[in-house]
């Protein structure tokens, strides 16, 4: 490879007596094919792309070391591959081969590492070249750049342990969800100056105290219980109880705001809870008039930026837009020139003016335009950054596997400072003259049920989890309520529906059923759905073939050809809230052209055009924020966008017809434009794709 990454090596090295740290290039391999199709095999300075099974040689660009012990690569294979045999040569003989672990499913580059060499299976003498037999799927891609040897590095092959401190355990959180507890809490709202609680104390009625549980503090925490109020319920058992608001907290302003509360019975010195802890409902609003947004269509546009063909929106007739916030971006923890003070929970924290105006005028573009904003509430991984701020903000369980980090809500440091921030946020977005633009909406961070790619807090059962991302949403809800009460915090959730899609996911089915279980013990609130129903496979737009894709509710996958499954899912009684169907939001999802060709962009147009058809029948489906915008070369080889690469060759940025036939939804050249699609799918009326049978 011509640029590999410079992964350092930390070895260790005595000179006179004193240890030194020294840093080891890793050794780069060029790939070039052994066994297979030459036309499946398609090689560039910085790329390989592999299609079905291959054998390749990887050479060392000079001779290994015997620490050169482990193979790392950074690869994307949608699907993943199976368990695969490296075998060192020449010659290439079974006594020199060693099976190494699968790559598995992602839809981002991602990092393997793995070991050739153990004290069970040393290196042989003079091996100068890797053979790797790859059992890939004759249907399936897999890109590979960055192939590399390097040194083992301590402990990272040992079995990762979270740090006590950072999480409930896995049965704790089960035994509390499912606990019958005497007494309830019914309502908490949270007014200017004061918190008043409501409830039941199950007939008892001596003793009884409500404990006020800051968030950050974990189920079991000795200190939940040190901050009491006494109440005294009538001879029914009912207590209604007004609060201060603020409270000192460790000699700091705490406001009471993120708070939960939980019926408390003492007896002598001993304390335990009679009631699940509940958290706010409603929330006293700055703005109550602000109205809702109204987009005037479903048709959105998923990560838009401000500046790039500025008449896009109007042109293509977007009504709602998605933004990436790098939430970390925006706050430094000393003062220093091109900050502002925000103080919150009684701390003081500085916003950085560069980063803010740049959201600033993306948002203020968007609300010329009429459009609903949602912003994408992004986190970097303590585990790969050295910055001060996402190493307190960043959870500390978060391994560098993630692309992004879960927010640390398990500690007063980290939720204070996440906290000033959403709190600056809602604040300034949320203004009744819109003087910095608006956003209307939040998503909570991305694709939760593969956080261990996209929201990473380490090694986690779903539960644990479930209870830290669940905190994260509600403490984005809690302070974005009180400047506009029409605001949602969006969950946001893969096309793996009641399967996994990755041994490290959770599955999107999962996660909806614990959030739900969450809410039903500790009070609901007002989230809503974020969902991306790519195709099966996300490299093949032809969305109606997709076999994973069944009318039912423990269908492998939801993608465009059963999307009416998860509007039959939301609209169940146990997910409503209020009694309404809560929002969905298709924030990400699109359709790939392999290359630009006639007959690969004409199946990427046939497939939004079926999943039009379905979307404009399902009143759930609130908006669909068609992503890409235009294609990424760093996307893995999809080209998913509605215009093509910015460099590509004679036609930069070019309007793909998948472009046409967007702008035309939703308006009265939607059939003309729709209609030559049907003979692509085999269809005679699109009636034919929509489902109206039962879904169970």
């Given at each position: 490879?011509?640029?590999?990454?410079?992964?350092?090596?930390?070895?260790?090295?005595?000179?006179?007596?004193?240890?030194?740290?020294?840093?080891?290039?890793?050794?780069?391999?060029?790939?070039?094919?052994?066994?297979?199709?030459?036309?499946?095999?398609?090689?560039?300075?910085?790329?390989?792309?592999?299609?079905?099974?291959?054998?390749?040689?990887?050479?060392?660009?000079?001779?290994?070391?015997?620490?050169?012990?482990?193979?790392?690569?950074?690869?994307?294979?949608?699907?993943?591959?199976?368990?695969?045999?490296?075998?060192?040569?020449?010659?290439?003989?079974?006594?020199?081969?060693?099976?190494?672990?699968?790559?598995?499913?992602?839809?981002?580059?991602?990092?393997?590492?793995?070991?050739?060499?153990?004290?069970?299976?040393?290196?042989?003498?003079?091996?100068?070249?890797?053979?790797?037999?790859?059992?890939?799927?004759?249907?399936?891609?897999?890109?590979?750049?960055?192939?590399?040897?390097?040194?083992?590095?301590?402990?990272?092959?040992?079995?990762?342990?979270?740090?006590?401190?950072?999480?409930?355990?896995?049965?704790?959180?089960?035994?509390?969800?499912?606990?019958?507890?005497?007494?309830?809490?019914?309502?908490?709202?949270?007014?200017?100056?004061?918190?008043?609680?409501?409830?039941?104390?199950?007939?008892?009625?001596?003793?009884?105290?409500?404990?006020?549980?800051?968030?950050?503090?974990?189920?079991?925490?000795?200190?939940?219980?040190?901050?009491?109020?006494?109440?005294?319920?009538?001879?029914?058992?009912?207590?209604?109880?007004?609060?201060?608001?603020?409270?000192?907290?460790?000699?700091?302003?705490?406001?009471?705001?993120?708070?939960?509360?939980?019926?408390?019975?003492?007896?002598?010195?001993?304390?335990?809870?009679?009631?699940?802890?509940?958290?706010?409902?409603?929330?006293?609003?700055?703005?109550?008039?602000?109205?809702?947004?109204?987009?005037?269509?479903?048709?959105?546009?998923?990560?838009?930026?401000?500046?790039?063909?500025?008449?896009?929106?109007?042109?293509?007739?977007?009504?709602?837009?998605?933004?990436?916030?790098?939430?970390?971006?925006?706050?430094?923890?000393?003062?220093?020139?091109?900050?502002?003070?925000?103080?919150?929970?009684?701390?003081?924290?500085?916003?950085?003016?560069?980063?803010?105006?740049?959201?600033?005028?993306?948002?203020?573009?968007?609300?010329?335009?009429?459009?609903?904003?949602?912003?994408?509430?992004?986190?970097?991984?303590?585990?790969?950054?050295?910055?001060?701020?996402?190493?307190?903000?960043?959870?500390?369980?978060?391994?560098?596997?993630?692309?992004?980090?879960?927010?640390?809500?398990?500690?007063?440091?980290?939720?204070?400072?996440?906290?000033?921030?959403?709190?600056?946020?809602?604040?300034?977005?949320?203004?009744?003259?819109?003087?910095?633009?608006?956003?209307?909406?939040?998503?909570?961070?991305?694709?939760?049920?593969?956080?261990?790619?996209?929201?990473?807090?380490?090694?986690?059962?779903?539960?644990?989890?479930?209870?830290?991302?669940?905190?994260?949403?509600?403490?984005?809800?809690?302070?974005?309520?009180?400047?506009?009460?029409?605001?949602?915090?969006?969950?946001?959730?893969?096309?793996?529906?009641?399967?996994?899609?990755?041994?490290?996911?959770?599955?999107?089915?999962?996660?909806?059923?614990?959030?739900?279980?969450?809410?039903?013990?500790?009070?609901?609130?007002?989230?809503?759905?974020?969902?991306?129903?790519?195709?099966?496979?996300?490299?093949?737009?032809?969305?109606w073939e997709d076999k994973q894709a069944t009318f039912s509710f423990n269908t492998r996958k939801i993608t465009p050809k059963n999307i009416e499954v998860l509007d039959a899912y939301m609209k169940q009684p146990g997910i409503l809230y209020h009694g309404k169907v809560r929002p969905v939001h298709l924030s990400e999802?699109?359709?790939?052209?392999?290359?630009?060709?006639?007959?690969?962009?004409?199946?990427?147009?046939?497939?939004?055009?079926?999943?039009?058809?379905?979307?404009?029948?399902?009143?759930?489906?609130?908006?669909?924020?068609?992503?890409?915008?235009?294609?990424?070369?760093?996307?893995?080889?999809?080209?998913?966008?509605?215009?093509?690469?910015?460099?590509?060759?004679?036609?930069?940025?070019?309007?793909?017809?998948?472009?046409?036939?967007?702008?035309?939804?939703?308006?009265?050249?939607?059939?003309?434009?729709?209609?030559?699609?049907?003979?692509?799918?085999?269809?005679?009326?699109?009636?034919?794709?929509?489902?109206?049978?039962?879904?169970?």
């Amino acid at each position: 490879m011509k640029h590999p990454i410079k992964w350092p090596t930390l070895l260790l090295v005595s000179l006179a007596g004193i240890t030194l740290r020294v840093e080891a290039a890793p050794l780069p391999l060029r790939i070039e094919k052994f066994e297979g199709p030459s036309d499946a095999f398609i090689s560039t300075p910085d790329l390989i792309t592999i299609r079905g099974p291959m054998s390749i040689r990887a050479i060392p660009a000079s001779t290994p070391t015997p620490a050169d012990t482990v193979i790392e690569l950074d690869y994307f294979c949608v699907g993943g591959m199976p368990s695969f045999v490296a075998t060192l040569g020449p010659p290439f003989a079974p006594t020199s081969s060693r099976q190494l672990p699968p790559l598995v499913h992602s839809e981002t580059w991602s990092t393997y590492a793995s070991r050739i060499s153990t004290a069970a299976t040393p290196l042989p003498d003079g091996w100068k070249e890797l053979r790797l037999d790859l059992p890939l799927p004759k249907d399936r891609n897999l890109q590979i750049r960055n192939i590399r040897l390097r040194p083992e590095r301590p402990g990272e092959f040992d079995t990762i342990k979270s740090k006590p401190a950072a999480s409930s355990s896995r049965e704790s959180l089960q035994a509390y969800l499912d606990q019958i507890f005497p007494a309830t809490i019914s309502k908490v709202s949270v007014g200017t100056k004061s918190v008043r609680v409501e409830g039941n104390s199950g007939g008892q009625r001596q003793d009884l105290f409500l404990a006020d549980i800051p968030m950050d503090q974990l189920l079991g925490d000795p200190r939940n219980w040190h901050t009491l109020v006494e109440i005294h319920p009538d001879e029914s058992g009912d207590f209604l109880i007004d609060i201060p608001r603020h409270r000192q907290r460790d000699g700091l302003d705490y406001d009471r705001l993120t708070s939960r509360w939980q019926l408390v019975k003492q007896s002598g010195h001993n304390r335990k809870p009679i009631s699940h802890a509940r958290y706010a409902e409603w929330v006293a609003c700055r703005s109550p008039s602000l109205p809702p947004a109204k987009p005037s269509s479903k048709k959105g546009l998923g990560g838009w930026r401000n500046g790039i063909l500025p008449n896009e929106l109007k042109d293509l007739g977007i009504s709602a837009v998605t933004v990436n916030m790098l939430v970390h971006s925006l706050v430094s923890l000393k003062p220093g020139p091109g900050t502002t003070p925000t103080k919150w929970q009684g701390k003081t924290y500085h916003i950085r003016q560069d980063a803010l105006s740049r959201y600033d005028q993306a948002f203020i573009e968007a609300h010329r335009h009429g459009v609903m904003v949602s912003a994408i509430l992004l986190l970097a991984n303590p585990a790969k950054s050295a910055n001060p701020v996402v190493h307190r903000m960043g959870h500390p369980d978060a391994i560098k596997t993630g692309t992004y980090a879960m927010p640390n809500i398990t500690s007063a440091g980290g939720i204070g400072l996440y906290g000033a921030v959403l709190n600056f946020m809602a604040e300034r977005w949320s203004r009744a003259d819109a003087r910095f633009g608006r956003v209307h909406h939040w998503i909570i961070h991305n694709e939760v049920d593969a956080g261990w790619v996209w929201t990473n807090a380490g090694n986690k059962p779903d539960i644990v989890y479930m209870d830290l991302y669940q905190r994260s949403m509600r403490l984005t809800d809690l302070i974005a309520r009180q400047y506009d009460s029409n605001s949602r915090p969006f969950i946001s959730l893969t096309h793996h529906w009641a399967e996994r899609g990755n041994a490290n996911w959770y599955g999107s089915k999962r996660m909806i059923e614990l959030l739900t279980a969450f809410t039903r013990a500790e009070g609901d609130f007002p989230w809503a759905l974020a969902y991306h129903p790519y195709p099966q496979n996300l490299y093949n737009p032809r969305t109606w073939e997709d076999k994973q894709a069944t009318f039912s509710f423990n269908t492998r996958k939801i993608t465009p050809k059963n999307i009416e499954v998860l509007d039959a899912y939301m609209k169940q009684p146990g997910i409503l809230y209020h009694g309404k169907v809560r929002p969905v939001h298709l924030s990400e999802n699109g359709f790939n052209s392999k290359d630009y060709s006639p007959k690969e962009l004409e199946d990427q147009a046939a497939g939004m055009a079926m999943a039009w058809k379905k979307i404009s029948t399902l009143s759930s489906i609130q908006s669909w924020q068609y992503h890409n915008w235009i294609d990424n070369r760093s996307e893995g080889g999809l080209r998913i966008g509605l215009r093509k690469f910015p460099d590509a060759p004679g036609d930069p940025l070019g309007k793909k017809p998948i472009w046409y036939l967007y702008q035309a939804l939703g308006t009265p050249q939607e059939d003309a434009l729709s209609e030559p699609y049907l003979k692509t799918i085999g269809i005679s009326s699109w009636s034919e794709i929509i489902h109206r049978g039962p879904v169970h």
